[in-house]
């Protein structure tokens, strides 16, 4: 089945995606980067896939980062706390697919050594019913994402891929916020529960060792 819905999948990119505007085509590579991935860790043939990504990243000059990841580089402040999660997957998928698969065939002078500097600066809304909470918390689970190439490497205590204790502490505490929202629930089927949230912790906490 898995085989199946990738085969679909790469002819939908291949063939249907729309490429108009650099930010369409953008937006095809990265999806080819993490399906190129996909590929390889499932022993697929993923020539196509690869070729395709190779033209785009020459045709749109890809090497200059700041044209790959729509931002500048130089300015990461100008850069909004909701588009912080997408960006720093498209981020991670290149520096996991350049260092550890394909001998830095994409080039760019920027990655998540950079992008990780920057965010240590950038303060995370406490929990609470606000968008500021909601776009904090999934930055946050996704850097943790990202720290562990999607739970490719594990983050325990006492490896070199740890996550930051800081990190740790900020998703535990906003699971318990899911959690206590979960039980008021119970009484009042109006109060909103994020499960999406609830379970992305889960898989952090998963990846650091923990069990159920």
Known sequence: IA???????????????????????????????????CYVEMELDAEPLLADADQLYLQDGLQDADRMFGISTQALSTVRLEDWTVLIMNIMIIDFNNRCLFNNRWRTNFGLTQAFFHLRTLPLAPPGETDA????????????????????IKTADGTPTALPRWLRRYIWESLRYFVRR???????????????????????????????
């Open 182 to 212: 979960a039980q008021r629930w119970k009484a009042d089927r109006q109060v909103f529960v994020d499960i999406d949230g609830m379970a992305e912790a889960i898989d952090v906490f998963r990846c650091c060792g923990l069990s159920e």
């Open 3 to 37: 085989v199946d819905l990738l085969r679909r999948y790469e002819g939908h990119i291949l063939k249907c995606k729309p490429r108009t505007t650099l930010q369409e085509r953008r937006d095809v590579f990265f999806q080819l980067m993490y399906l190129i991935r």
């Open 133 to 152: 909470f909601f776009h904090s918390y999934y930055l946050a689970t996704h850097v943790a994402f990202a720290i562990s190439a999607y739970t490719a």
